[in-house]
């Protein structure tokens, strides 16, 4: 089972398409960090009812630390343009990867603890919906 967290959301379509694309998916829980303004009023609650409705998990958390000390995920990725790069291939089931949602990046202090990484072959700067299905499309073609 694989992770992957939608940092920092401001908007309701972003949310709703994140949670959507992830679903289309096998073995991938999502999850919401920090979402803030309408994201957080709107989105997410739109988001638990078409989790509810399809029978599939949403985790919520407020802050990326959380992925560890509450849920035990101790292997965490934060896609940004400039970590290390490495290969999809590379992500171990039960791991994180942590995606943009918006405009707020997350500090330092934050990122304590997670890897920093540029997957080779998709581009990082993708918002996330799209760099969430780009990504899960190029797992699920190595892990076939």
Known sequence: ???LALYAPSSVQRVVDFIKTVYAFENVVPIIIR???AASQIGVPEAFRISYRLGKPLLLVPEIQDLESTLG???????????KTREVADIEDGSCVIING???EPSKKELIGVEQVVFTGIPSD????????ALLTLLK???K
């Not at 995920?73 to 970590?83: D, F, L, M, P, T």
């Not at 996330?128 to 299905?133: D, E, I, N, Q």
Request: charged fraction near 15%; proline fraction near 10%; aromatic fraction near 12%.
């Open 1 to 3: 089972m694989l992770y």
């Open 35 to 37: 979402p803030y303004g």
């Open 73 to 83: 995920i101790s292997k965490r990725y934060y896609v940004s343009g400039k970590g």
């Open 102 to 104: 918006g405009d707020q």
């Open 126 to 133: 993708l918002p996330g919906p799209a760099l969430a299905s």
């Open 141 to 143: 073609s190595v892990r």
